[in-house]
C-alpha cells in the first residue's frame, strides 16, 4: 500500500497541483505556478526516502511552497473581497495543500501528530490533495460555471465536508461519518453537473470523453468512500484501507482529478480560442 501511496501523492505533488493553479485565473499565482517544481520535485523525494533527517528536509521544502499557496488565500480574499460559494471552494483549494503537507512532515519525521499514528498521517496527504485541493477546485469551477441551486451547493458541501472529515479525525468515527456524507453529496452533484454539461456546445470529442470519465469515476469511488466511513463508524464490513487505497484513491487521482483537470484545460482553451469565441 505504501508505494501505491506514494506513487498518488507523487501524482498530486508534480501533476494536479501545477495543473490545478493554471485553472484559477488568478495571474498573482503565476509566480508560484512556475517555482513549484523547485517545492515539488524534494516533496515526492522525501516519499521515497527512509524516515530521516533527510526525508524531512525534503519534506519541509515542501511544505515551504504548500504555505506559500495558502498564503495567497487570504490576499485573494482581500483583493476580491467575495465569499460566493464558488469562490469559497476555490480558497479551501488554496489552503488544502498545506494540512497534507503538515501531515507529510510528520510522518517523513517518524513523528506522531495529535495523537495520529504514521499510517493515518501518510493517508492524509493524499486525501488533502485530491479531495481537499482537487475536489474543491473542481466544484469551484462547475459552480461559477454553472451558478445554479445545485452548483452552490456542490462548492459549499464539498469544503464544509472536507473540513468535518478533519474535525472527525479529532472528535471520532461517527463525526467523520457525518464529514463523508457531506462530502459524497457535494462530489455526487458535481458529478451531477459534469455529466449535464457533457453535450453542451463547444465540447470536442476528447473534452468531453475526460468530462464523462470524472463524472462516472466520481461517482463509485465516492460510494467506496462512504461505505468506509460508515464501516468504522458502524462496525458493519467495509474494505480495508488497501483495498480503498487500490480503489478509491487510485480511481479519485486518476480518474476524477487529472480527468477533470484536463478537461477544465481544454474547456478554458476552448473558450479563450476564435473558435471557441465565435462558437
Not at 12 to 21: A, F, Q, R, S, T
Not at 28 to 47: Q, Y
Not at 143 to 169: I, W
Request: glycine share 10%; charged share 10%; hydrophobic share 55%.
Amino acid at each position: 500500500m505504501s508505494v501505491l501511496v506514494g506513487l498518488i501523492v507523487t501524482l498530486g505533488m508534480l501533476v494536479i497541483v501545477p495543473l490545478g493553479l493554471g485553472l484559477f485565473g488568478d495571474h498573482a499565482l503565476d509566480r508560484i505556478r512556475r517555482l513549484w517544481p523547485v517545492f515539488a520535485v524534494p516533496g515526492a523525494l522525501s516519499l521515497w526516502l527512509p524516515r530521516g533527517d533527510a526525508a524531512t528536509a525534503a519534506a519541509l521544502c515542501y511544505a515551504l511552497g504548500a504555505l506559500l499557496l495558502a498564503a495567497h488565500a487570504p490576499r485573494r480574499l482581500a483583493r476580491t473581497r467575495s465569499v460566493r460559494p464558488g469562490e469559497t471552494a476555490l480558497l479551501t483549494a488554496l489552503v488544502t495543500p498545506s494540512v497534507a503537507a503538515l501531515a507529510l512532515v510528520a510522518e517523513r519525521s517518524g513523528h506522531e501528530l495529535f495523537g495520529f499514528g504514521l499510517g493515518i498521517l501518510a493517508l492524509t496527504v493524499p486525501h488533502f490533495h485530491f479531495a481537499g485541493f482537487a475536489a474543491a477546485l473542481v466544484a469551484g469551477l462547475v459552480c461559477n460555471s454553472d451558478d445554479s441551486p445545485a452548483g452552490r451547493f456542490a462548492a459549499l458541501s464539498v469544503p464544509l465536508g472536507t473540513l468535518l472529515v478533519l474535525v472527525g479525525y479529532f472528535v471520532g468515527d461517527r463525526a467523520e461519518l457525518a464529514g463523508a456524507i457531506v462530502l459524497t453529496a457535494g462530489m455526487w452533484t458535481v458529478a451531477l453537473l459534469t455529466w449535464r454539461s457533457v453535450h453542451l456546445p463547444g465540447r470536442d470529442r476528447a473534452t468531453r470523453v475526460l468530462l464523462a470519465s470524472s463524472s462516472a469515476v466520481l461517482v463509485a469511488t465516492m460510494v467506496l468512500a462512504l461505505s468506509w466511513a460508515l464501516g468504522e463508524a458502524t462496525g458493519l464490513p467495509h474494505p480495508s484501507l488497501t483495498w480503498m487505497a487500490a480503489t478509491h484513491g487510485l480511481g479519485n487521482a486518476l480518474g476524477f482529478a487529472l480527468c477533470a483537470l484536463l478537461a477544465w484545460h481544454r474547456l478554458q482553451k476552448l473558450t479563450t480560442s476564435p473558435e471557441g469565441r465565435t462558437t
